[in-house]
C-alpha cells in the first residue's frame, strides 16, 4: 500500500502539471465568445451570371479596430507664420473603394521679399473626388496647386490687357476693383483659378491624342492606318488619368490681402464656421456654404447644360440627375468619354486597347454633340478678418463676425453628414466638448444660425437619423477624424463597427470614399468663441 501510494505521487503531480492547464485551456476555447458577425445583403453575379442580391455573413471588428482604422490616415499640422498667425490644419480619410479614388493636398508659399503685396502667404487646401479609378485624382493632388500658382505668377508677371468693352466699362461705370494689383483684384484671381483649371484638365485630355500624334509616321499619314500604341510605355499613363475622373475642391488664402477663394468643379463642398457675437455674450456659429453641389440635380446645373446643347437634347443631357444618365457630377477634370467626339473615342480605343485584352470604356449611348462635362469650377471669394489686416490704430475693434474656420470634404460626407451638423460638430470640437452629446442636446451647447444656403446636388437628404434620435461622439483628437465617426455613426458603436467591417467591393453600396480637411487659424481671440462642454461627472467647461 505504501509502494502504491509513493507510485501515486509522480502521477498525481503529472496531473497537477498537465491536467490543470489543458483544462484551462479547455475552458477558454470552448466558452470564449465567438467571433462576432452580421448579415449583409450584397450585389453579386449569381449562379447563372446574371446580377442579384445575396445574403453575405461578414466579421464585425471591435470597437479598438474601428478606432484604428479611422485614425489609420489621420493627420494635423500647425505653422506660426510671421504675421503671427497660426495656421492650424487637419485632414483624415476613410477608404470604402480599394484603392481609395480620394485624395488630398496643401502647401504654405510665403511671398518673395520683391513681391509688391509682400509680406504675407498663400495657402492651398484641396481635396480630389475620383471616380472610376484613382488615376485622375492622384495626378491632380501632385499637380493642380504648382498649376494654380504657375498661372497666378505669370499674371503677376505679365498682367492680361483689358478687353475694348471692358475698357469701355472701366470708363462709364469705374469700379474700385478696377485700380488693384492684379493679385489683389477678386476678378482677375477668379479668372486665374478658373484658367489653371481648364487648361490642366486641356492637358489631360488631349495626352493621349498628342501620343498618338507623336506615333504617326508618313506611311500611317498617308495610309490614315492607326498604329498599336498598346504596349507602348506611355500608352496607360496618358489614357488612364483621361478616362477616369475627378471632382476637385480648392481653398486659397491669400493673407497678404485677407482673401479667401474656394474654387469647386463637382461635387465636394466646403462649409465655413463664422462666429458672430451675440447680445448674450455666448455667441453663435453662422454655417456659410462656399460651394454649390455640381450635379444635374442642381437647378442652376441643369439650366447651364441644357443652354450648351441642341433643344433636341433638353430631355436627354440630364436624365435620372445624372449627366446623359450616367456620370453624377456635371463638372470634372478626365472623364474624356463625356468629351471626345465619337469618332476620336473609336480611333483611341483601336490604337490603346485593340492589342489589349481590355476593351476601353463605352461612348456613352446619347453622345452627340461633346463636350458635356467641363472642368471649369464655380469661385467663390470672401474677406477675411486676419491681423495682417488690421493697424495699430483699430487693434483693439473686435470684429463682430468672423469668418473662424473652413471644411473641405468629398461627397462622401455630405451624404451623411448636413452643413448644419458639421458646423456644429467642428464647432464643439474646438470648444472642447468631449464624450458623448445626444443629437437633440447639441444645438443649445453649440449654438449655430443659417446663412449662405446649401444648393445640393443629391436626391435624397444626409442618410444620417433625425436630430433628435442618438448621440454625437466627441472622442477624437483630430477633428477630421472626429467627422468621419460621426457620419458614419456617432456614439453608435455597433452601426460604426458595422459600416467600417464591410470590405470592398461590397462597401461601396452602403459608404463612400470620404476624406475631410479642416483649417482653423488663432491670433489670440480664441476665447471669444464659447461653446458649453460637458465633462465626465456633467460638470460645464467653455475653451476653444
Known sequence: MQMLRRAWKPVIGTA??????????????????????????????????????????????????????????????????????????????????????????????????????????????????????????????????????????????????????????????????????????????TLALQTAFLNLDAELTNAPLQLLAANLDKIAKETRAIPDLSQHPMAMASMLPAMSGSCALLAMIDTAHSNLYVACTGDSRAVAGVYEESEDGQGVWRVEVLSEDQ??????????????????????????????????????FGDARYKWPREVQEVLSKAFFEGTDQPMRATPSLLKTPPYVTARPEVTHRKLSLPSASSAADADVKPKSTLRFLVLATDGLWDELSSEDVVALVGGHLAGLRGRVPKSALPALVR????????????????????????????????????????????????????????????RSYRDDVTVSVVWWEEGREGDAQAAAVAAGGTVKAKL
Do not use: C
Open 16 to 189: 497537477v502539471l498537465v491536467g490543470a492547464p489543458s483544462y484551462v485551456f479547455y475552458r477558454w476555447y470552448y466558452a470564449r465568445p465567438s467571433q462576432e458577425s452580421f448579415d449583409l445583403q450584397v450585389r453579386e453575379r449569381g449562379p447563372d451570371g446574371k446580377p442579384a442580391m445575396l445574403t453575405r455573413t461578414f466579421p464585425l471588428i471591435s470597437k479598438d479596430q474601428a478606432d484604428a482604422r479611422l485614425a489609420a490616415h489621420a493627420a494635423f499640422s500647425s505653422a506660426t507664420r510671421p504675421d503671427g498667425i497660426v495656421w492650424k490644419h487637419a485632414t483624415a480619410f476613410l477608404a470604402s473603394n480599394d484603392p481609395i479614388e480620394d485624395a488630398n493636398d496643401s502647401a504654405i508659399m510665403q511671398r518673395d521679399a520683391a513681391d509688391p503685396s509682400a509680406p504675407g502667404d498663400l495657402l492651398f487646401f484641396a481635396v480630389m473626388d475620383g471616380h472610376a479609378g484613382p488615376h485622375t485624382s492622384r495626378l491632380l493632388s501632385k499637380v493642380l496647386i504648382p498649376a494654380v500658382t504657375l498661372e497666378l505668377s505669370s499674371r503677376l508677371k505679365a498682367p492680361p490687357q483689358p478687353t475694348f468693352g471692358q475698357s469701355l466699362k472701366s470708363i462709364l461705370r469705374p469700379t474700385a476693383s478696377s485700380s488693384l494689383p492684379v493679385d489683389a483684384d477678386p476678378e482677375h484671381v
Open 295 to 332: 450635379t444635374g440635380r442642381n437647378p442652376n446645373e441643369l439650366k447651364r447644360l441644357r443652354s450648351e446643347h441642341p433643344p433636341s437634347e433638353a430631355d436627354v443631357v440630364i436624365r435620372n440627375g445624372r449627366i446623359l444618365g450616367g456620370l453624377e457630377p456635371s463638372r470634372a
Open 448 to 507: 449655430t444660425t443659417g446663412g449662405a444656403p446649401t444648393v445640393s446636388g443629391k436626391d435624397r437628404a444626409p442618410r444620417r437619423s433625425a436630430p433628435s434620435d442618438g448621440a454625437w461622439a466627441f472622442e477624437d483628437e483630430n477633428v477630421g477624424t472626429h467627422l468621419i465617426r460621426n457620419a458614419f455613426g456617432g456614439a453608435d458603436e455597433r452601426r460604426l463597427r458595422r459600416l467600417l467591417s464591410i470590405p470592398a467591393p461590397h462597401a
